[in-house]
């Protein structure tokens, strides 16, 4: 298996290196991912990373999922661009792990090996009234016979702009609160409309929508998992996904960094080397040692993810605080390549803009907190 890992991450690089590098400016100033990127992450089986090969997958693991996420960042090491990666995390993390948990063999035959080659899915949790509180959500499912009818709307949905699968979170009795909240596998010919495509300041190549369920048919069959049980399932994979953005963000960091030393070794100020001012020597300093921290929380929650240990609070801390280095990495990057840092011909403005997400999505700065207090108080309090 760990040889297998590593002939993904090496395939990682290359792709990386070789097919997304060319395409990372024009993609952010389209603000579309590049339908040949979309297609190679496909063809060298970076969508289906931990599904087994029955159905196309790569049948890596966990771990491989996420030396991929934090593999498309870093140019040093062709980890390239944050918006492949989160497209990569979302694919693999949330969606796939929903099927491969929850999903009837005829699911798993009927959507795996679409989702393995060709077909990008979404999640599809977010309302514009349900935000932390996702559970808060106003989406209805109401039964009728042998079917379901959708009627309701999503935001901040990412990769619904490319998705034709969605798997959407439906409250089917209201009177039970968030005990009523089922996951539906929804196609997007069902009749899924994509609303706005939001404008963003990061990430611009993940595509971000919102989704409008019309009196959508959906067959009783394709519940996922078991009716009333989406809240469930939601926080579950949700803690896993953090994972994943966490190794999105300590890729992040990594690679503004890799881009702003460099010139610094090679531009001088008053006849020295910038990188050889004392001032400068401490700052990167402490950014690499951030770096390393945030990798190995990262590496450690996905550790035990795969021991099957509990990793709710590893994965809140690695989320956290990688996504505090990567801002902080990012925005010291700028300032010390100084005034070309702040223009858009070299690419760390860009790390910086991108990493203003990870205090955002899958779970805000101030939520993960929240969860980290719960488990402190629970080792301390009698």
């Known amino acids: ?35 040949s990127v979309l297609k190679g992450l496909f063809d060298q089986g970076l969508m289906g990373i931990e599904t087994e090969s029955k159905y196309g997958g790569a049948e890596s693991t966990f771990m491989g999922a996420v030396l991929t996420i934090l593999r498309s960042l870093d140019p040093a090491k062709s980890k390239v661009d944050p918006s492949i990666s989160v497209v990569c995390d979302v694919q693999n993390t949330l969606v ?15 959507y795996l090996p679409r989702l393995s080659t060709d077909t990008v899915g979404c999640f599809c949790l977010s309302e514009a009234g349900s935000g932390s509180d996702a559970f808060a959500l106003q989406t209805r499912a109401e039964k009728k016979g042998d ?69 959508i048919k959906v067959p009783a069959s394709n519940i996922l998992g078991e009716i009333g049980k989406g809240y469930k399932y939601a926080i579950e994979i949700l803690n896993e996904g953090r ?14 960094v890799d881009e702003a030393l460099p010139y610094m070794f090679q531009r001088k100020q008053f006849g020295t080397l910038i990188g050889d001012f004392q001032g400068m020597q401490f700052q990167y300093a402490q950014i690499a040692t951030e770096i390393e921290a945030a990798r190995l929380l990262t590496y450690n929650a996905a550790r035990l993810k795969e021991e099957g240990k509990d990793f709710v609070k590893q994965a809140a801390m690695a989320k956290l605080y990688s996504s505090q280095v990567a801002e902080r990495a990012s925005s010291k990057a700028v300032e ?13 403005e860009k790390f910086y803009r991108d990493s203003r997400i990870g205090a955002i999505y899958e779970g805000t700065s101030n939520i993960q907190l929240q969860t980290i207090a719960k488990f402190v108080k629970a080792a301390y309090a009698k």
């Not at 994972?243 to 503004?256: D, K, N, R, S, W």
């Open 243 to 256: 994972i994943g953005i966490a190794a999105q963000m300590v890729g992040l960091a990594q690679g503004a």
């Open 147 to 215: 079917y379901y009818i959708l009627n309701g709307s999503k935001m901040w949905i990412t990769n619904s702009y490319e998705a034709d699968v969605f798997l959407v979170f439906a409250n089917v009795d209201p009177s039970k609160g968030y005990k009523g909240i089922t996951c539906f596998i929804v196609d997007r010919e069902d009749g899924v409309k994509i609303a706005k495509k939001e404008i963003k300041l990061g990430i611009r190549a993940s595509s971000t929508c919102g989704l409008s369920f019309d009196d």
């Open 1 to 35: 298996m760990w040889l297998l890992t590593h002939c993904l991450s090496h395939s990682v690089a290359k792709f990386a290196n070789e097919q997304v590098r060319p395409k990372v400016r024009a993609m952010d100033e389209a603000e579309l991912l590049d339908k």
């Open 96 to 110: 796939n792990t929903l099927f491969h948990k929850y999903g009837t063999d005829a699911q798993k035959e009927k």
């Open 336 to 348: 010390w390549v100084g005034g070309v840092g702040f223009t858009r011909e070299f690419p760390i």
